[in-house]
């Protein structure tokens, strides 16, 4: 959701909003809006036409390239950020537990161990949605023309 805003920066709000993924959420849209130029979409590139391999120099053949580069790299974080938010909040409240524990107050230790595991079972079920995404996006062409099986 935030790429452009540093792990460090969104670790430190989380830990200021107490370990609240709302309140985090929120006060980065509030005080970390995207740059003027994030929104602007990239070019595609374009590849030259290949000679097909039989010798036929007039038929060219386009590969099919399965795209890489900043495109591939902002589609990643925009899909994986909620996720690793979820992680940080798992983190974070895996972290405040052992602290409970140790100093003797089980209970919040036992509260907040059951929270981390929601955010942790959470963030696995957005990181398999987010593959799927991420694969299915780029591979689309190959699918479309039934080379996948």
């Not at 935030?2 to 670790?11: A, C, E, N, Q």
């Amino acid at each position: 959701l935030f790429p452009w805003v540093s792990g460090t920066d969104i670790s430190t709000l989380f830990r200021k909003n107490r370990c609240s993924l709302e309140r985090t959420t929120e006060e980065l849209r509030r005080t970390k809006p995207p740059p003027p130029d994030w929104s602007q979409p990239l070019k595609p590139r374009t590849q030259a036409p290949h000679r097909s391999l039989d010798n036929n120099k007039d038929s060219p053949v386009v590969p099919r390239w399965v795209e890489t580069g900043e495109n591939v790299s902002t589609l990643y974080a925009e899909l994986r950020e909620e996720a690793r938010m979820l992680a940080l909040a798992r983190n974070q409240c895996f972290m405040n537990a052992t602290k409970a524990f140790v100093s003797g107050n089980k209970a919040l230790a036992k509260e907040l161990g059951r929270e981390g595991r929601a955010y942790n079972s959470r963030m696995k079920e957005l990181h398999q949605h987010a593959a799927a995404q991420i694969f299915a996006r780029r591979n689309r062409e190959v699918a479309l023309s039934g080379l996948d099986g």
